[in-house]
């Protein structure tokens, strides 16, 4: 499996992302798939997991209410919208597909994507 992420770029304060993550692979559907960030000089932390038929899902405490992940298992995508954005959420963001279950542990996931970058202005 191989993972894009994408949608990444400059917002102020306030404003909306959506990041996508495509995956090639045809194992990719019955897959769950976390996001993962990193900001400059912190290690990477968990934002938010979706389990491989979209019917489980998991937030950071610090993203719940404004981050929200889905998918379309039919264009081998899953996305995170991210609303009411804040400087603190700056970061690079990493996609991954987990091998078994999802959660907040980074040592399920398997496949990572090369990361997107989020700046977020104040």
């Known amino acids: 499996v191989q993972l894009q992420a994408s949608g990444g770029g400059l917002v102020q304060a306030g404003g909306s992302l959506r990041l996508s993550c495509a995956a090639s692979?045809?194992?990719?559907?019955?897959?769950?798939v976390g996001w993962f960030r990193q900001a400059p000089g912190k290690e990477r932390e968990f934002v938010a997991a979706?389990?491989?038929?979209?019917?489980?899902?998991y937030y950071a405490e610090s993203v719940k209410g404004r981050i929200t992940i889905s998918r379309d298992n039919a264009k081998n995508t899953v996305y995170l919208q991210m609303n009411t954005l804040k400087p603190e959420d700056t970061a690079v963001y990493y996609c991954?597909?987990?091998?078994?279950?999802?959660?907040?542990?980074?040592?399920?996931?398997?496949?990572w994507g090369q990361g997107t970058q989020v700046t977020v202005s104040s």
């Open positions: 692979g045809h194992t990719f559907s019955t897959r769950g």
């Open positions: 991954a597909a987990a091998s078994l279950r999802v959660g907040s542990n980074q040592d399920l996931y398997t496949y």
């Open positions: 979706i389990a491989w038929n979209g019917g489980i899902t």
